[in-house]
């Protein structure tokens, strides 16, 4: 009789944890519903684009012929060939100067004790944020056009006035990330290296450095494929003079109506992406696994 009512009580004590179940899940498909409308909808248009880029482009028309290759060969010409590389010579510049030049500001961030100095760089690393794209694009346009400085050298509608940019448009994601990384790792490691006779310069190449990587490679490709579909900072800084695959897809799109060709630039840019966070994830395995 004991045991019927000790299993009894057992029931009713499980009975409305499995009566919960069912509605704790019914809450849960209701959260997921609209972020799965969302990824139904960007998949449906990468789906679209795909179809687009292999499409004819027939002049004259803006209903596509049928299937072919001849977008991605049209990508090998000379004429398009050249924004294909100044796109990926400008990203890899603008992730290589951004790292260089945050890497400072998010260690002192990170490490200062003053509560004065971290708010200070907090609030102008965060201060662009609160301006949109276009306005600190054009904000650059009077700066490089000699409307403020002259400059010895010209900078508007160039190579280097773009890098400019994009640098500046890059900085403020790459600083918050290093300064995650970088208040990650233990002081307790600096000062023992220290300790044990490492000069400044050796503590950061051999302990910094190293334990800060991920927030490098995180910063690194984040900052590339960000540069890689910029199409505001090149079209206003550089005039038309200097295309990146953004620019090249505005122009078949809207000025030629050649929407397969711009399909294949786009697709070609995010087969870039891709194949960047693949060759990402094959060298960060090992790490991230540990030693055997």
Do not use: C
């Not at 809450?27 to 972020?35: D, S, T």
């Not at 924004?83 to 992730?95: K, M, R």
């Not at 945050?102 to 004065?116: D, E, G, H, I």
């Not at 900072?233 to 060709?261: C, H, Q, Y």
């Amino acid at each position: 009789m004991l045991a019927i009512r000790l299993s009894a009580a057992t029931v009713s004590a499980i009975l409305p944890a499995h009566a919960r179940q069912p509605r704790a899940s019914r809450v849960v498909r209701r959260l997921l519903a609209p972020a799965l409308v969302v990824i139904a909808a960007f998949t449906a248009a990468l789906f679209a684009l795909l179809r687009y880029s292999v499409l004819e482009f027939v002049p004259g028309s803006l209903q596509p012929g049928g299937f072919t290759l001849a977008n991605f060969t049209g990508i090998l010409s000379r004429q398009y060939l050249g924004a294909v590389w100044d796109t990926l010579v400008l990203s890899a510049a603008t992730t290589v100067l951004t790292l260089v030049a945050s890497y400072p500001v998010a260690y002192t961030l990170a490490r200062t004790r003053s509560a004065r100095v971290r708010s200070a760089i907090l609030v102008l690393t965060l201060a662009p944020f609160f301006t949109g794209a276009i306005v600190r694009t054009y904000a650059w346009v009077l700066v490089l056009g000699n409307t403020v400085v002259t400059w010895p050298v010209r900078l508007l509608f160039t190579p280097q006035g773009v890098l400019v940019g994009l640098v500046h448009f890059s900085m403020p994601t790459m600083i918050l990330l290093l300064a995650a990384a970088i208040s990650h790792i233990d002081p307790v490691y600096e000062r023992a290296a220290a300790s044990l006779g490492a000069g400044p310069r050796r503590v950061f190449r051999r302990v910094t450095l190293p334990l800060s990587m991920p927030g490098i490679v995180s910063g690194s490709v984040i900052v590339f494929a960000w540069t890689l579909s910029a199409f505001a900072t090149p079209e206003l800084l550089g005039g038309g003079k200097v295309k990146m695959i953004a620019n090249v897809v505005r122009d078949l799109a809207l000025d030629s109506f050649n929407w397969p060709g711009g399909a294949a630039f786009a697709v070609l840019a995010l087969a870039v992406t891709f194949a960047l966070f693949a060759g990402v994830g094959r060298l960060t395995a090992p790490a991230e696994r540990g030693p055997r």
